[in-house]
Antibody, heavy 121, light 107 residues
Framework: QVQLQESGPGLVKPSETLSLTCTVS?????????WGWIRQPPGKGLEWIAN???????NYNPSLKSRVTISVDTSKNQFSLKLSSVTAADTAVYYC??????????????WGQGTLVTVSS | EVVLTQSPGTLSLSAGERATLSCRAN???????LAWYQQKPGQTPRLLIY???SRATGIPDRFSGTGSGTDFTLTITRLEPEDFAVYYC????????FGQGTKVEIK
């Protein structure tokens, strides 16, 4: 059973860098699939941030690309997110997820529980 | 870049009624990578439909997905009380784009 768990500070000051880590259990990141981050501001919709494959292939949301870094540490079975120069607009629940793909389709089949990050001084 | 537009923003219906939710892409997309999720307050999204029309494990058959190209539809044939929630479509290739969501609320 695959489980994902986000960790990181729940409060970040404006202009600073938000850093989150997702620890994966029940599946080795080195075995495949894409892993990513999705966020949801309070009362709003879902926004994809970035995804990464253990091989190093990375995709970023163009609207956030200049501020986002995603990375993977297969030795710890973790992947991480850094979002720089945060503002109040970055306040959201941040989810780490796995994109499952078969031969014919792809979808997100596993979500972390989500972690609320508030940007405030 | 794929942009998904969901309509309506809010759907006010009664239990037992039929719900029809639309997801429109700004360019033709492969139905293989079109998914629908349900989200209730305080919960993580739940996969309903993948490949535009395949129900995920455990999803009741009152939920169905159709469509191709730029137009996709999620239909709930007879709303149950637990179906009142927000529904998102998503296209997943290199980018994982979401629609803005449709809230199905009790009338």
């Amino acid at each position: 059973q695959v489980q994902l768990q986000e960790s990181g500070p729940g409060l970040v000051k404006p202009s600073e860098t938000l850093s989150l880590t997702c620890t994966v259990s029940g599946y080795s990141l080195s075995s495949g699939y894409y892993w990513g981050w999705i966020r949801q501001p309070p009362g709003k919709g879902l926004e994809w941030i970035a995804n990464i494959h253990h091989s190093g292939t990375i995709n970023y949301n163009p609207s956030l690309k200049s501020r986002v870094t995603i990375s993977v540490d297969t030795s710890k079975n973790q992947f991480s997110l850094k979002l720089s120069s945060v503002t109040a607009a970055d306040t959201a629940v941040y989810y780490c997820v796995r994109r499952y793909c078969s031969a014919v389709t792809c979808y997100i089949d596993n979500w972390g529980q989500g972690t609320l990050v508030t940007v405030s001084s | 870049e794929v942009v998904l537009t969901q309509s309506p923003g809010t759907l006010s219906l009664s239990a037992g009624e039929r719900a029809t939710l639309s997801c429109r892409a700004n360019q033709s997309v492969s139905s293989s990578f079109l998914a629908w999720y349900q989200q209730k307050p305080g919960q993580t999204p739940r996969l309903l439909i993948y490949g535009a029309s395949s129900r995920a494990t455990g999803i009741p058959d009152r939920f169905s997905g159709t469509g191709s190209g730029t137009d996709f539809t999620l239909t709930i044939t007879r709303l149950e009380p637990e179906d009142f929630a927000v529904y998102y479509c998503q296209h997943l290739t290199r980018s994982w784009t979401f629609g803005q969501g449709t809230k199905v609320e009790i009338k």
